[in-house]
Structure formats: structure tokens, C-alpha cells
T-cell receptor, first 113, second 111 residues
């Protein structure tokens, strides 16, 4: 157990729907990072939050949004889902706001049908 | 811009043989470099990292990597492969806010 908790582990939903993925960082970590992993594009950085504030943005679609709450857990919202959104979504956390080593959760596997 | 190239998307070795996974990077600033391992249906686990100081970095599970600035490389090695080393390995370079990832190398270990 890495200490980073992601729920749910698996999610199957239909095109056009909206889902929310949840991440609880490791105790003491203030930064949360979201990544998408797919076979054709590899690991893609989506967004980073540090202590409730957005710190960095990557290849995140406008249909996707995220936030970090006062208790430091984070949610990634995916809307108007398309087949191509099927992927593994990982959350990672770190103590500071620099990318000097993350702890990853075990991921949420999203399947859009 | 920073980038990472992992040479060889698939590497196969025999149990007990040397493991060598290649990683080259480009960076306009002194890099932080990382190797992560991903076992099937699991998240990524940090194997080792280079930030500053000693260029030979030792990690978990007997792996080590050497930062060679002149060659812009950070190759991962292990003297003797175990069956349990079969996994996907990712090299990454940090640009401070995020990690830039290689596409990964799948390591197969044959009995």
C-alpha cells in the first residue's frame, strides 16, 4: 500500500456520461498530480494541485476538471465522455510542489462503452 | 523543452543475466532523473532518483542507474535478473512542476 488511495478501482460508463474519480494523498503530502495512461499515448500529465491551489496544467481537455479540497483529497471530473477517454487514471502525491519524486496510487481504470 | 527517450520498447533477458534499460534525456537545466516500475495492474513505484551529488544512484530491488551528463543518459542496470523483475519500466525527467516521461520499456525475464 503506497498510502495514496484512489477510488473507484474500476469504472464502466457510457459515452456522453460524467464521472468523478477520487484521490486521497499520502498523509503529509500537499501536492496531488493527475495522470492519464493509455496504450497509444503513454503517461500524460493532466494537472497538479498544491495545498488547494492549481499549480501546473498539462494536456487536460476542457471536458475534464479537477479540484483539491481543504482536507487535501482531490477529485477529477470527466464529462461528455468519449470512447477515447478509456484509460488508466493515476493520482500521485508529494510533500512539496516540486516534481522530485511522487508516490502513485494504484489507479482507476475507466472504460467508456 | 525537456524530453526522454527510452531505447527499446521491449527487452528480454534470461534469469540471472544482466539487465540494461536505456534512457536518454534532453534538458536545458540540470535535470532531476527518475526510474519508476509498474507491475501489471498496479501503480508506478519509484525505483530510484538522481537529484544532485553522486552520479551512481542505488535503488530498490538491486537496481542502480548512473547519471552521465556528457552522454545525457541515465541507464538502469541490475547485475542479475529475477523473474519478479518482469514489469514496465519508465524513465522520467523533472521540469520542476511535472515529470516528463519516456514511453516505457517492457522487461521480460525468461527462465
Amino acid at each position: 500500500d503506497s498510502g495514496v488511495t484512489q477510488t473507484p478501482k474500476h469504472l464502466i460508463t457510457a459515452t456522453g456520461q460524467r464521472v468523478t474519480l477520487r484521490c486521497s494523498p499520502r498523509s503529509g503530502d500537499l501536492s496531488v498530480y493527475w495522470y492519464q495512461q493509455s496504450l497509444d499515448q503513454g503517461l500524460q500529465f493532466l494537472i497538479q494541485y498544491y495545498n488547494g491551489e492549481e499549480r501546473a496544467k498539462g494536456n487536460i481537455l476542457e471536458r475534464f476538471s479537477a479540484q483539491q479540497f481543504p482536507d487535501l483529497h482531490s477529485e477529477l471530473n470527466l464529462s461528455s465522455l468519449e470512447l477515447g477517454d478509456s484509460a488508466l487514471y493515476f493520482c500521485a502525491s508529494s510533500v512539496g510542489d516540486r516534481a522530485d519524486g511522487y508516490t502513485f496510487g494504484s489507479g482507476t481504470r475507466l472504460t467508456v462503452v | 523543452a525537456q524530453s526522454v527517450t527510452q531505447l527499446g520498447s521491449h527487452v528480454s533477458v534470461s534469469e540471472g543475466a544482466l539487465v540494461l534499460l536505456r534512457c536518454n534525456y534532453s534538458s536545458s537545466v540540470p535535470p532531476y532523473l527518475f526510474w519508476y516500475v509498474q507491475y501489471p495492474n498496479q501503480g508506478l513505484q519509484l525505483l530510484l532518483k538522481y537529484t544532485t551529488g553522486a552520479t551512481l544512484v542505488k535503488g530498490i530491488n538491486g537496481f542502480e542507474a548512473e547519471f552521465k551528463k556528457s552522454e545525457t543518459s541515465f541507464h538502469l542496470t541490475k547485475p542479475s535478473a529475477h523473474m519478479s523483475d518482469a514489469a514496465e519500466y519508465f524513465c522520467a525527467v523533472s521540469n520542476n512542476r511535472k515529470l516528463i516521461w519516456g514511453l516505457g520499456t517492457s522487461l521480460a525475464v525468461n527462465p
